[in-house]
């Protein structure tokens, strides 16, 4: 069925970047927007970013200007490049369908932002 699966977190410094992947399975990936989302230390998953099946994209203010999302649908795969970080983007990064899928969840990729 169905596997989302994120890699390329870790532990960088407050500037530093990070190119997140989520390499899809079980799906006819070029057909679905795709948005990538994260959940940081107590606090509610929120919604990151966003690319149509189109190519058109959209932010959380929060990422606007640092962030960008692409894909590869021949690869199907979502690529989250993520540049001038800071500790406040310390959380498990995930990628789903958008609007999002409950059932599609993964065990998403750990990016801490830390001196």
């Known amino acids: 069925q169905v596997q989302l699966v994120e890699s390329g977190g870790g532990l960088v410094q407050p500037g530093g970047s990070l190119r997140l992947s989520c390499a899809a399975s079980?799906?006819?990936?070029?057909?679905?927007?795709m948005g990538w989302y994260r959940q940081a230390p107590g606090k509610q998953r929120e919604w990151v970013a966003v690319?149509?099946?189109?190519?058109?994209?959209n932010y959380a203010d929060s990422v606007k200007g640092r962030f960008t999302i692409s894909r590869d649908n021949a690869k199907k795969t979502l690529y989250l490049q993520m540049n001038s970080l800071r500790p406040e983007d310390t959380a498990v990064y995930y990628c789903?369908?958008?609007?999002?899928?409950?059932?599609?969840w993964g065990q998403g990729t750990q990016v801490t932002v830390s001196s």
């Open positions: 789903n369908t958008y609007p999002s899928t409950t059932a599609y």
């Open positions: 079980g799906i006819i990936f070029s057909i679905y927007h």
């Open positions: 690319i149509t099946s189109g190519g058109s994209t």
